[in-house]
Nanobody, 124 residues
Framework: QVQLVESGGGLVQVGGSLRLSCAAA????????MGWFRQAPGREREFVAA????????YYVDSVKGRFTISRDNAKNTMYLQMNSLKPDDTAIYYC?????????????????WGQGTQVTVSS
């Protein structure tokens, strides 16, 4: 059973913007904190941002602070990642993930559910 589905990826020029969405089954969405990760070719999966169940607290990796914004709409069971001022180093497959319970976390093994990923490519 599919739990999380990402959308919104694509090709964008340096300095451009994209908004990723992550639609979740209700049980998945209301369990705990959720997050975004990314993986570039030849690199390990990297934490990007996380948000608590209520949406009241967020956490970002330093490289995206001030450029990316994570949010969630609990009424729509959807999480978002607004990405501005994109750089070539942001090129990766982006994954959304959900915890079964608990607050903010940055380790992949702390997340139970994962989406299939959406490709983001930033061209220079």
């Amino acid at each position: 059973q599919v739990q999380l589905v990402e959308s919104g990826g694509g090709l964008v020029q340096v300095g451009g913007s994209l908004r990723l969405s992550c639609a979740a089954a209700e049980r998945t969405f209301t369990g705990g904190a959720m997050g975004w990760f990314r993986q570039a070719p030849g690199r390990e999966r990297e934490f990007v941002a996380a948000i608590t169940r209520s949406g009241g607290s967020t956490y970002y990796v330093d490289s995206v602070k001030g450029r990316f914004t994570i949010s969630r709409d609990n009424a729509k069971n959807t999480m978002y990642l607004q990405m501005n001022s994109l750089k070539p180093d942001d090129t990766a497959i982006y994954y959304c993930a959900a915890r079964t319970n608990g607050g903010l976390a940055y380790r992949p093994n702390e997340y139970r559910y994962w989406g299939q990923g959406t490709q983001v490519t930033v061209s220079s």
